[in-house]
C-alpha cells in the first residue's frame, strides 16, 4: 500500500501543477480582460476612450449600428466595391507600410460591423486612431471614407463582400489574410511577402532576401517595430490572451501600433489553429497515444503491485 501512496502524492502534486499552477501563473503574467466573444459595437473603445473621444466614439458605433440595420444590396455594391480593387488585389505592393490585404474571404473572416466602421473610418475601427493625432485621414486607408461615405453604399459593400467573398478557406488562408502582412512564421518558411519559394541559384535567394527585408523595414517604419514571428505564440501565450489581444489590442497593451484585425468568431478559430499548427505540430499526435500511454503506465502500476504483494506474501 506504501507505493500506492506514493503514487497517489505523486499524481496528485502533478495534475496540481497542470491543471492549477502553471494556468495560475499565466494568468499573473498579463493583466485580465474580459472577453468581448468578437462583438464589435464600440463598448470596449469607449471605455477606454479619453473623456475627450468617448462621446465622438459612441457617436462612431451608433452610426454603425444604425448602418448595419439596414438592408444592403449585393448587386449595388459590386459596383462599388469595384473602388477598392486597386489596392486590394493579388500582388499588391506595400502603400503607407503594409500591403493590401486580399479580401477573397474577407466576408466570412471579419465580422459585419466591423466592415462597416472599417470603410466608415479605418484609424477608429482598428482602435489606433490616437496614431492620427491630424485627422484619420493619414491612415494608409484613410481615402476610403471619401470614396464611400454614404450610410447605403458601405451597406451594400458590406452585402457584397457577404454574399461573394464567404468561401469556406482553410487555416493558412486566414492567418496569411488577416496577419501574413506583418507577422512572419519562421517554422512555416513564410514572410511578410508570403510563403519562401525554393531557389535553383543562391544569387535568386539573396535578391528575395532583399525584397524581405526592404519590405520588413516599411512595415518596421510604419509599426514603430517589426511585429514579432508568431511561429511559437501559440505556446508562449494562454488561450484567454491571444483571444482578447486580437480583439482588441489595446485591452493587453495600451498604445501599442496593432490594429485590430476585425475577425469573426469563427475567423479567429481558423487563424489560432493555424498557429497552433505550425507552433505545436505533434499536438495531434499526443492527443492519440496521450491515452494509451496513460493507459499503459496504470495497468503497469496495477501489475507491478501484485508482482511485488506476490514477492512479498510469504515473507510478513
Given at each position: 500500500?506504501?507505493?500506492?501512496?506514493?503514487?497517489?502524492?505523486?499524481?496528485?502534486?502533478?495534475?496540481?501543477?497542470?491543471?492549477?499552477?502553471?494556468?495560475?501563473a499565466?494568468?499573473?503574467?498579463?493583466?485580465?480582460?474580459?472577453?468581448?466573444?468578437?462583438?464589435?459595437?464600440g463598448?470596449?473603445?469607449?471605455?477606454?476612450?479619453?473623456?475627450?473621444?468617448?462621446?465622438?466614439?459612441?457617436?462612431?458605433?451608433?452610426?454603425?449600428?444604425?448602418?448595419?440595420?439596414?438592408?444592403g444590396?449585393?448587386?449595388a455594391?459590386?459596383?462599388?466595391?469595384?473602388?477598392?480593387?486597386?489596392?486590394?488585389?493579388?500582388?499588391?505592393?506595400?502603400?503607407?507600410?503594409?500591403?493590401?490585404?486580399?479580401?477573397?474571404?474577407?466576408?466570412?473572416?471579419?465580422?459585419?460591423?466591423?466592415?462597416?466602421?472599417?470603410?466608415?473610418?479605418?484609424a477608429?475601427?482598428?482602435?489606433?486612431?490616437?496614431?492620427?493625432?491630424?485627422?484619420?485621414?493619414?491612415?494608409?486607408?484613410?481615402?476610403?471614407?471619401?470614396?464611400?461615405?454614404?450610410?447605403?453604399?458601405?451597406?451594400?459593400v458590406?452585402?457584397y463582400?457577404?454574399a461573394?467573398?464567404?468561401?469556406?478557406?482553410?487555416?493558412?488562408?486566414?492567418?496569411?489574410?488577416?496577419?501574413?502582412?506583418?507577422?512572419?512564421?519562421?517554422?512555416?518558411?513564410?514572410?511578410?511577402?508570403g510563403?519562401?519559394?525554393?531557389?535553383?541559384?543562391?544569387?535568386d535567394?539573396?535578391?528575395?532576401?532583399?525584397?524581405?527585408?526592404?519590405?520588413?523595414?516599411?512595415?518596421?517604419?510604419?509599426?514603430?517595430?517589426?511585429?514579432?514571428?508568431?511561429?511559437?505564440?501559440?505556446?508562449?501565450r494562454?488561450?484567454?490572451?491571444?483571444?482578447?489581444?486580437?480583439?482588441?489590442?489595446?485591452?493587453?497593451?495600451?498604445?501599442?501600433?496593432?490594429?485590430?484585425?476585425?475577425?469573426?468568431?469563427?475567423?479567429?478559430?481558423?487563424?489560432?489553429?493555424y498557429?497552433?499548427?505550425?507552433?505545436?505540430?505533434?499536438?495531434?499526435?499526443?492527443?492519440?497515444?496521450?491515452?494509451?500511454?496513460?493507459?499503459?503506465?496504470?495497468?503497469?502500476?496495477?501489475?507491478?503491485?501484485?508482482?511485488?504483494?506476490s514477492?512479498?506474501r510469504?515473507?510478513?
Amino acid at each position: 500500500m506504501k507505493e500506492l501512496k506514493i503514487f497517489g502524492v505523486v499524481a496528485f502534486f502533478t495534475l496540481l501543477l497542470y491543471w492549477g499552477v502553471e494556468p495560475y501563473a499565466h494568468s499573473q503574467m498579463h493583466k485580465h480582460v474580459e472577453s468581448h466573444n468578437f462583438v464589435y459595437d464600440g463598448t470596449a473603445d469607449i471605455e477606454e476612450a479619453s473623456k475627450e473621444k468617448q462621446e465622438m466614439k459612441k457617436a462612431f458605433w451608433a452610426e454603425v449600428k444604425t448602418i448595419a440595420a439596414l438592408k444592403g444590396d449585393a448587386v449595388a455594391g459590386e459596383a462599388t466595391f469595384g473602388m477598392c480593387m486597386g489596392c486590394h488585389m493579388d500582388g499588391a505592393t506595400n502603400m503607407g507600410g503594409v500591403i493590401p490585404p486580399s479580401l477573397d474571404h474577407a466576408g466570412a473572416l471579419y465580422d459585419k460591423n466591423y466592415l462597416i466602421a472599417l470603410i466608415k473610418d479605418p484609424a477608429i475601427a482598428s482602435n489606433v486612431d490616437h496614431k492620427y493625432p491630424n485627422g484619420t485621414m493619414t491612415h494608409p486607408m484613410g481615402s476610403i471614407s471619401s470614396m464611400v461615405s454614404e450610410p447605403q453604399d458601405i451597406a451594400n459593400v458590406v452585402a457584397y463582400l457577404q454574399a461573394n467573398k464567404s468561401a469556406e478557406l482553410t487555416a493558412k488562408e486566414a492567418f496569411t489574410e488577416a496577419c501574413g502582412r506583418c507577422h512572419a512564421m519562421r517554422y512555416a518558411k513564410s514572410t511578410q511577402l508570403g510563403d519562401t519559394p525554393s531557389f535553383k541559384f543562391e544569387k535568386d535567394a539573396l535578391a528575395h532576401k532583399i525584397k524581405v527585408i526592404e519590405e520588413q523595414d516599411a512595415v518596421k517604419a510604419y509599426m514603430g517595430k517589426l511585429p514579432p514571428d508568431l511561429s511559437m505564440i501559440a505556446r508562449a501565450r494562454s488561450a484567454h490572451f491571444l483571444e482578447t489581444f486580437v480583439e482588441n489590442p489595446q485591452s493587453q497593451l495600451a498604445g501599442t501600433s496593432m490594429p485590430r484585425v476585425g475577425l469573426s468568431e469563427k475567423g479567429y478559430e481558423e487563424v489560432r489553429a493555424y498557429l497552433d499548427e505550425i507552433g505545436d505540430p505533434s499536438k495531434p499526435a499526443r492527443a492519440i497515444a496521450g491515452p494509451w500511454v496513460i493507459g499503459f503506465m496504470i495497468l503497469f502500476t496495477i501489475l507491478a503491485y501484485l508482482w511485488k504483494s506476490s514477492l512479498w506474501r510469504d515473507l510478513h
